[in-house]
């Protein structure tokens, strides 16, 4: 009848469904240059080409996190636009680095669905592939969103859960082919921290506040091509409790992974994503702090990797690293709990 | 005496008369990916190099309204900088495909002048074009602006009012040469939807809504170059009774047209402006919903081409399509009316 | 102990420190882009390839203040984290044009540290040096800070204030060795005036004015990889007297160059610094306003140079030349002084 996308339901989705989704889009210089403007992202090896080659690659990779919201937003259309939740993620690996001129574009497979007992909404489980020009995938991740039913008497026919890392094995993890790190210049890349000077446990304030303004955080999705209808429709938000657009997460975990270059300087190159939480929701115009735990750490050769925890706030420095308490509960200034890898050069 | 640009006043102007505008510019990838920030728009073939490739062009295009923004803009000082209201566009064609890379020229050619019996203003119709590096028109549309005069007793020696069509013939629309779409992906374009399931008479309620902020309607104009001062100058609009800035028509025609996407999904290449009138003024932080109609249906051969009719409210969902009433008096939320013929995948 | 930086303090500063800046930067057409969203520049041989290979250049450089706020910007986490005040600049020469793709590097020498007599602060005097992907210095100019110390005890073992010429002479000005204006278009430059036309003492009001939002003022900032926390910290800036966010002086200076446009046409190829003062703070929202008065002219052979004063103004228009009294005290709405060379084409 209609020719206007209206989404799919819970129902609507089935185990094993591949959905193909659409707008492929090419990442360019001008992205790369948004995603600097918009985060203040200062890690060498994506800010210069000549750094990134000096590390062996051909030029300065399109950030990991940019890559993940290009291939996130193409998803929303066909799994969340009637999504009352976005629950987690898991399992994220970036398989291939993306550079500018790189098209990509994204694939899901369903691959858990549970309906909630009040059968009003269920549970969505899709592994999303994103790949670029030549069919090389460049980062696969899971995400589960909560979803709405169109018909509570619908029937889903098969349901399963599925089984998750908790993180993604050191050995998982895909170094650049051509990285080499042997000559990197750590002063240019803004502190001496090597791999080495890392410890399991220790824990890093990130000192500096961003605060985070209606217009960027428009932009920012909407550069995605993320359609999300609470990121943008005022008009309707005014009708919420909050009575406010609620920011994209991706622009929250993208703020405080900048921030975290001050003590996590040549951690630049983030290799997969354990997980991660939005624990409460943000609004523009706070300002966005960050600490960051060392959870664990690998050797991969060529360069060392540190899986990393990084908790963001509002409107609430970090020094005393605020956390959750031993109920699991978050205080009210945590906004983002986030588990990933990243490289880091030896000494 | 003095080096500042006064622009011109309704008697300056002279029937023939012809106006190289300043500033040469030079269309970029960084100018495409802002545009994709400041509108979200989805269209495959302006998003992905390679869907474009597929299409037999050498890349993707720049969006056709980018290019009539770049275009626009450089006419202001000459045109309208003492302008008290845009009144209209008419025959409206897109010549040659722009490119990344590509720089653009504008020249005006005054076609009519017309002195308000009021003596005050007097209405100017110029002919626009916008040229490649190689001479190439790459754009040609007729606006007509009422302009203010300096000295009230100045006559204009000849005056005229040019005849324009109400639409740009079908057969005076120019696909790209190269272009071919028996490879179309619709699945990647975003829908099944092609040139054979749209009726003449169809309405399209694009359902979403998108609210625009002072920062991006002042970045979006400033990147066109566009010097009104109505956009930018906050200090001299509070002492208008609405005391906000005015938002450049063509940034509610950019983001009307990037929701038309739902619904619209594989009319991504615009190929004509029928006409346009900016109905009622938008302030920043209103959010923006559209509806189409289908206007008129023709095949060009490689591609259709359908006529659309792209209507834009502020603060208010179309599903109940607002529309003009019988005596031509639009609903205080509607804000822009306007025509368009844009290519479309035959199946 | 911490991982931090928490910035380098008065007492730390050493004279003939070398100070290299992390984070080298390969500034894009992304960022040429974004620099015209700010600003709304609208200079011919900066806008425009083909103006630019008119006139012998391969293409066009980017804007010399966008070089600058990429070499300034790097310097702050080494010189100004923990200033009190950005006191003053000195001595600028642009080297050597940048081009897209081209990477920069900021490298600083102390030449100058004097204490305050309350022993609470102390003034830093640096030359900063930005070079290219090859070597070559693209930019040197001198500024200097007021810095807090860390223990108002500690003393500094050698105090000096370096001798700095109050304007760079036009024969260290380096015009772009291949620069040829014969064929200069100035029609599409934007007028007729060429250096024969402008007169020492000549004051010229830019008419326009522009105001800046807070979204876009940190967007720059943080384009400009530039790290001081009273641009993007709102929490802390709630608790000064102003209880706003400080917009980075750089900001100011486009903003204004870029309404200079209206009256310096074809002046867009800014070669050096002479010096520039903040006179008073200017926060988002406000409208800038502009003026200009030639200070100096000077035959460079190929091009002449003219010694401009650029004085912006918050909320003031500047028909009537706000300016500093007989004392020297500037009115409340004037927020800065500016004083700098710019190439003309001659008739």
Redesign the interface.
Known sequence: M????PGNYFEDFRLGQVL?H?????I???????Y?????S???LT?????ARAAGLP??PVDPLLVFHMVFGKTV?DISLNAVANLGYADGKFLTPVYP?D?V?SVSEVIGLKENSNRKTGVVYVRTTGSN?HGAPVLSYVRWVMVRKNDEAANVPEETTPALPSAVAASDLHLPPALMFKDYDF?????A?AFE??EVG?K????????I????H??????Y?N?A?VH?????RAKDPSGR?LVYGGVVISTARALSF????NAGLMLGINGGRHVNPYFA???I?AWSEVLDKADLGEAGALRLRLVATR???CHDFPDRDAEGKYPAEVILDFDYWAAVPKR
């Open positions: 209609t020719k206007t996308n193909r659409a707008t492929p889009r090419t360019t210089g001008g992205d790369v240059a948004l600097t403007a918009f985060t203040g200062r890690f060498a800010s210069s080409d000549e750094t030029r300065s259309p001129g098209t574009t020009q002063v240019r890349g803004g502190s921290h000077d890392y220790e890093i304030d990130h000192v500096d506040g961003m605060a303004e209606e217009a960027e428009a932009m920012a999705t909407r550069l091509q359609t209808k943008f429709n005022a008009f309707e657009r001050n003590g996590l300087e115009g706070g300002t702090f409107d609430r420095p």
